[in-house]
């Protein structure tokens, strides 16, 4: 398996051939997979179907596009559009249902996300509900912020990221605040739960802010104030959620577990080797380093406890060209053996499929082979499953967007 980042897709072995050669993985994650490596392409026709009072709808590069789909067992794709060079999959209207073709062929049906009840309401501030907490199928989603030290201000953004590009172009079209006030937030969980038994999981993530009297303090005591503001429509003291956050100290982390019914921990390393993660994140690199990266995340541990704190990868960005790995063999095998060492210290670590994205760095690139994203989605569960660990915070249901985390349910 030889990197050829530059090369078009053409000559990949087909979806069949992949999948040949691994008999026992299931063909749905595969194919969930393959629409998320390659993006997708709406006909007219099946534009034309969408319906934006049943489906949830997103703005992406100003169109209005269905947020994304379901697959027939429950599976999530969370896929975005792509340009024809890169062979993305057709979505199509086909006799009553969208489905998804390749190569000129019907591979499966498909269901638009049903769209929230909550969507057409606006905050008592006059805020569209929909664009201060964005829904999955199962899980509310919370923005905080489209300010990122790394990228707003040092110009040292993960290469892969298009995140502050697109959410400050969002905010500027809704005159959003750079940062959501949680009282705003708070009316707008309130508001969604009411639809009953939708809900499974409140997520929360925005970009990373490092001052503060010790670093990241600012980032801290802002999650902290929107945690207590959420935590107020529950009448537990802990509530389903997960912090996607930077990687706190641990005297940060106590107090965010103390002060907080936060239910797990999330910092995401975004690659997992020390090489690469330098090149690819260069903000994370220069202010907390690799390693640090790592010995807070396990912390967490002592803190939140086995099972309840996690790390995301950007599966495939630590083979993008020039620096990445020579070889996907090498960049699987490095891979796995730093999520072998996490999970022994009770960190499990879960990944997306890197698909290049327009408003970013490595726009231009291209993701490994569909061989890679099944070798190391198995490889990553598979530790997951030796070391004892489990994701339920961030599964099938409650997030969608980790095909190693879809296969957790199969076990
Ligand atoms: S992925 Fe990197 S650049 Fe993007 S918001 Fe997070 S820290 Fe900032």
């Not at 087909?14 to 969930?32: Q, S």
């Not at 040292?156 to 959410?167: A, E, I, K, S, Y």
């Not at 995301?312 to 996907?328: D, L, N, Q, R």
Request: hydrophobic residues 35%.
């Amino acid at each position: 398996m030889v990197c050829v980042s530059r090369i078009p897709r053409r000559d990949e072995a087909t979806f069949a051939e992949v999948l040949g050669a691994h008999p026992d993985f299931p063909r749905l994650i595969a194919i969930k997979i393959d629409v998320q490596r390659r993006g997708l392409h709406y006909t007219r026709r099946a534009m034309a179907a969408v319906d934006p009072t049943r489906h949830q709808i997103y703005m992406w590069e100003g169109v209005a596009y269905p947020h994304s789909m379901l697959l027939r067992d429950g599976t999530t794709i969370l896929a975005y559009p792509q340009p024809r060079d890169r062979n993305p999959y057709d979505v199509d209207f086909i006799d009553g249902a969208f489905v998804l073709i390749d190569a000129g062929q019907v591979v499966e049906t498909v269901e638009l996300w049903p769209k929230p009840l909550y969507y057409d309401k606006k905050t008592s501030s006059g805020l569209p509900m929909k664009e201060v907490v964005s829904a999955r199928p199962q899980r509310l989603d919370i923005f905080a912020s489209s300010f990122c030290h790394f990228a707003h201000v040092d110009d040292q953004g993960c290469q892969f990221c298009p995140l502050p590009h697109h959410h400050s172009q969002l905010r500027e079209a809704y005159d959003l605040p750079t940062r959501l006030k949680p009282e705003d937030v708070k009316e707008c969980i309130a508001e969604a739960l009411k639809e009953p038994g939708r809900f499974t999981n409140i997520h929360i993530t925005g970009g990373s802010v490092i001052k503060g009297r010790e670093m990241l303090d600012a980032e801290l005591d802002y999650y902290i104030k929107l945690l207590r503001a959420i935590g107020e429509v529950f009448a537990t003291p802990r509530f389903p959620s997960q912090l996607l956050a930077s990687p706190f100290s641990e005297k940060q982390l106590i107090r965010l577990r103390e002060e907080t019914g936060l239910g797990s921990y999330t910092s995401n390393i975004e690659v997992l080797d020390e090489q690469r993660f330098n090149w690819i994140c260069p903000g994370k690199a220069h202010h907390i380093g690799y390693r640090e990266w790592k010995d807070r995340l396990v912390r967490a541990v002592d803190i939140f406890g086995r099972g309840n704190v996690n790390t995301g990868i950007v599966g495939g960005v630590e083979t993008a060209a020039p620096h990445g790995f020579p070889s996907e063999a090498e960049a699987l095998r490095a891979t796995l053996d730093e999520a072998e060492d996490l999970a022994q210290k009770g960190v499990t670590t879960v990944h997306t499929v890197w698909a290049p994205q327009k408003g970013s760095k490595f726009s231009e690139l291209r993701s490994p082979s569909l061989d890679y994203f099944i070798r190391l989605a198995s490889g990553l569960q598979e530790i997951r499953a030796r070391h004892g660990l489990s994701v339920d915070f961030d599964d099938y249901r409650r997030c969608g967007n980790h095909p190693d985390s879809d296969l957790a349910r199969l076990q």
